[in-house]
């Protein structure tokens, strides 16, 4: 082997132990990788339409806010079903479809928010359980056994979404982490938060939380909130 041909071959070999090394780290030094999620921004317009801030609300659930960790959180969709399902918080924002919508809260003691509110529909999860034919009625249940009420057609026949994102942000435990009902066209007390149950029942005459109170049943925004 010429001198020549000697000393190029060392300096291949000097550069594939000094120079792959060295590359290899600058690559995972710089390499973009998983993105870093940073804290989500409230929009305060959409579409033209301005919105309310998610601090406009007054604080008045019955026991405070609720504090769910996620790891913990599941959703039991029962009663007249075909099955009952039991679901993580990352299995419903993964399997099932997203949707916005502009809506009104209109709360009884004479405040309202318009927000942008993101989740996904009700009667999605519902048909996955499965329909027995006797239900009519729909009963939620939140983390501080509050306790709603509807008819299984509002949920069937309309979008009613349960939100985990108000404005682009996700739902701060006081407003109801990690879902609230956006009950449309009802008055704030059906707009149930931190819900963990939902139950199918043939009891069009069950009475939640405040219903038990004098407050109507039906909770529509065009009649008065008061049964008596």
Not at 22 to 37: C, D, K, M, N, W
Not at 75 to 81: F, K, P, Q, S, V
Not at 144 to 152: A, I, N, V
Request: charged share 20%; aromatic share 12%.
């Amino acid at each position: 082997m010429t001198p020549r041909l000697f000393l190029a071959g060392a300096l291949i070999i000097i550069v594939l132990i000094i120079g792959v090394p060295l590359i290899l780290y600058f690559e995972a030094q710089f390499s973009t990788g998983s993105p870093v999620r940073l804290s989500a921004v409230e929009i305060r317009s959409y579409q033209g339409s301005d919105l309310s801030s998610i601090n406009d609300f007054h604080e008045n659930s019955i026991a405070g806010p609720q504090h769910i960790n996620e790891s913990d959180y599941r959703l039991t969709i029962t009663g007249l079903t075909t099955t009952t399902r039991i679901l993580t918080y990352p299995e419903i924002l993964s399997r099932h479809q997203h949707y916005e919508k502009v809506t009104t809260l209109n709360c009884v003691e004479g405040w309202s928010v318009k927000l942008l509110w993101e989740g996904v529909l009700v009667r999605d999860l519902i048909r996955e359980a499965g329909v027995d034919p006797r239900a009519n009625s729909i009963v939620f249940t939140a983390h501080d056994t509050y306790t709603t009420s509807f008819p299984l057609s509002y949920v069937m026949d309309n979008d009613i979404l349960m939100a985990y994102k108000m404005n682009n942000v996700t739902l701060p435990a006081e407003r109801g982490y990690p879902f609230e009902l956006v009950a449309e066209d009802k008055w704030g007390y059906k707009w149930i938060k931190w819900i963990e149950k939902i139950e199918l029942t043939d009891n069009p005459n069950y009475r939640g939380y405040w219903e038990q109170r004098g407050y109507s049943n039906s909770g529509n925004l065009n009649g008065s909130y008061f049964t008596f």
